[in-house]
């Protein structure tokens, strides 16, 4: 059974920045996608960043610019960094990874998911 671990949420004032990392054990995907969904208060979830293994990334627009996602493979390792934040990126943010072995790139759905942690953004 995969385990998907996030820690760095927080709480910070606009324009703060804060580090998300996911570690990941259990999973023996060679073809993966790995990434962090988030889930403002009272909204759907919605993607935020993704890579695959073959190095291709998406960063949502709302983002662009201000977060980085990047990865660490020895350590199983994913990272959210999370730069000039906005009240608008209160959300909890999730850790997601999917198998990528009959697929080109990350999916719409159909991941496994970590159980989240909360960033919370304050004016």
């Known amino acids: 059974q995969g385990q998907l671990v996030e820690s760095g949420g927080g709480s910070v004032q606009a324009g703060g920045s804060l580090r998300l990392s996911c570690t990941a054990s259990?999973?023996?995907?060679?073809?993966?996608?790995m990434g962090w969904f988030r889930q403002p208060p009272g909204q759907e979830r919605e993607k935020v960043a993704l890579?695959?293994?073959?190095?291709?990334?998406y960063l949502a627009d709302s983002v662009k610019g201000r977060f980085t996602i990047s990865q660490d493979s020895a350590k199983n390792t994913v990272y959210l960094q999370m730069n000039n934040l906005k009240p608008e990126d209160t959300a909890m943010y999730y850790c997601?990874?999917?198998?990528?072995?009959?697929?080109?790139?990350?999916?719409?759905?159909?991941?496994?998911w970590g159980r989240g942690t909360q960033v919370t953004v304050s004016s």
């Open positions: 997601v990874v999917a198998d990528l072995t009959r697929r080109d790139w990350c999916p719409e759905d159909d991941y496994y």
């Open positions: 259990g999973y023996a995907y060679s073809y993966f996608c």
């Open positions: 890579f695959n293994d073959r190095g291709a990334t």
